[in-house]
């Protein structure tokens, strides 16, 4: 075993084919545990790649409503613990309530499986605005498409992680992060782009299905746009159309499916 970096691992394997066995080497997607404690209260623990965890952890806290915007977080440490990685956040002083209510509802036993949330009551939380007006073009849809991978280092060395990636009104790819879990790789992206001040111009692309929770960070960081690779759940469906949010899905370089086109963007030919 060999430890390149913090997002990958060498691993000495057996290769076996169906005339033999040979002895290689593998490199393997680091997934670690990362406790998130937020003004001194633990708060949430996550299966993740451990990189990234500044832009990660502002993401994830603006994704669940801690904060309204990343100049919210006035002290932000992450450092590595025998048992694994842990990040402390401080929040402004106008914040610092929202933590206590979210704690106080946690429940470990009747979990929905989202991050904080203690039943299903909780799982349907205001969202801000509406999504913004998307104005991008099937060629730019598949512009996107077709570049992902020149963006995805960690998934072509391991084919174990997703990413997500905000694209421009061309298809451009402006940035791209990665992780184990689709979750928080688009966490990565939110935080990444909300400490840069940067909006999403055009559309996100995630390289993984379109769950309720995917459409919900789409919406929180106004995003005009969401396209999967995979496929979408009814929630998700429902989800993006209640809040004007325009989706795609199953998203190949031959074709996709547009779910919700409240622009009338992508009407089909008569």
């Not at 451990?50 to 002290?75: K, Q």
């Not at 919900?216 to 009814?234: E, F, H, Q």
Request: hydrophobic share 50%; glycine share 8%; net charge negative.
């Amino acid at each position: 075993m060999t430890l390149d970096s913090v997002g990958t691992r060498t691993e000495a394997v057996t290769v076996l084919r169906p005339d033999g066995a040979i002895t290689g080497e593998r490199v393997v997607a680091v997934e670690a545990p990362v406790a998130i404690e937020v003004d001194g209260l633990g708060y949430a623990v996550m299966m993740m790649t451990p990189d990234s965890l500044h832009a990660f952890t502002t993401g994830f806290l603006l994704t669940e409503r801690l904060v309204d915007r990343a100049a919210d977080i006035v002290d932000l440490d992450a450092f590595e613990s025998p048992a694994g990685w842990i990040v402390r956040a401080t929040l402004a002083p106008h914040c610092r309530g929202r933590v206590h209510d979210r704690v106080r509802h946690r429940s470990s036993d009747t979990s929905c499986g989202l991050c904080g949330i203690a039943g299903l009551e909780q799982v349907h939380r205001p969202v801000a605005a509406p999504a913004p007006r998307a104005s991008t073009s099937p060629t730019a849809l598949f512009a996107a498409l077709a570049s992902l991978r020149d963006h995805q280092p960690l998934g072509a060395a391991t084919g174990a992680t997703h990413a997500a990636a905000a694209c421009a009104i061309d298809g451009t790819i402006a940035a791209a992060c990665e992780d184990v879990g689709r979750h928080n790789a688009l966490d990565k992206l939110v935080g990444t782009l909300a400490m840069g001040a940067r909006a999403i111009e055009g559309f996100i692309l995630v390289s993984s299905r379109i769950s309720f929770e995917m459409v919900d960070k789409a919406l929180v960081a106004r995003a005009p746009m969401l396209v999967g690779i995979s496929a979408p759940t009814t929630l998700a469906v429902d989800h993006a159309r209640a809040h004007g949010l325009t989706l795609a899905a199953l998203a190949r370089r031959d074709s996709m499916l547009i779910l919700n086109d409240p622009w009338g963007l992508f009407s089909p030919i008569a």
